[in-house]
């Protein structure tokens, strides 16, 4: 997954935290600088947000499935990034009290801790996901923007689009929890070529079984969202 520019992340923070602010209590301030991300506490004074894209891009490994346990090294590994940065991220996640850690023997093992803070951090993770996405295949970029509006819920890419393995032939896969126009949406993948395997969940079965039914599980483990992030995410993290 290619990495964004400082401008194009304090975007992402900037505009997620604005659906965020309300429910957290939190207000957004003036920004006049394009390149840096400000939030306000209520009461208090202005705070910069210091989550850079490492930690997006560290965190986005434990939006795979929600329930991942990773050490330090194999999170290097999997992006790749140093051990040394791969720490430092872990540990700035910890302190903000995303993640927690449990030593095994010699192994520190990290993994997402229940709450708001998760659930709001793993909401920029899953929207610098989107983005990286819609950088990557902008042609699919733009099937998604005619598709989104026909979907009521979450919906969420899911396959070898969202591992980033899809080549030419590939077909897309499509997720949605809640309710769609299917044939509207079949219809936009004629008109570009691009045939599409759509599933359809009712929202509550959805919310009910996300984590025992097997499909969803599938589903959970590897997609990228397009609609619907922050209740996708209030049912994965719990």
Avoid: W
């Amino acid at each position: 997954m290619q990495q964004l520019s400082i401008r194009a992340v304090a975007a992402v923070l900037l505009i997620v935290l604005a659906g965020i602010a309300p429910a957290a209590g939190i207000e957004t301030a003036p920004n006049r600088n394009p390149d840096v991300g400000t939030v306000q506490h209520s009461g208090h004074m202005s705070k910069r947000l210091d989550i850079r894209e490492d930690h997006l891009r560290v965190l986005s490994l434990f939006t795979q499935g929600y329930d991942r346990e990773m050490y330090i090294r194999e999170v290097s590994r999997c992006l790749p990034i140093s051990r040394g940065t791969a720490q430092t991220a872990l540990e700035y996640l910890e302190a903000k009290q995303v993640l927690r850690s449990v030593t095994r023997g010699r192994t520190r093992l990290f993994s997402l801790r229940l709450g708001d803070h998760a659930r709001d951090f793993c909401t920029l993770a899953e929207v610098y996901r989107r983005i990286c996405l819609r950088e990557e295949e902008p042609f699919l970029a733009g099937v998604l923007s005619r598709i989104v509006p026909h979907i009521e819920g979450s919906g969420a890419v899911f396959g070898s689009h969202a591992e980033g393995t899809a080549d030419e032939e590939s077909d897309l896969d499509l997720f949605v929890a809640g309710e769609c126009r299917g044939e509207e949406i079949e219809r936009i993948g004629k008109i570009y070529g691009l045939k599409i395997h759509l599933t359809v969940y009712p929202l509550k079965i959805f919310d009910r079984d996300l984590h025992t039914d097997p499909f969803l599980q599938e589903v959970l483990r590897n997609h990228v969202l397009i609609k619907g992030t922050e209740h996708f995410v209030e049912k994965a993290v719990g």
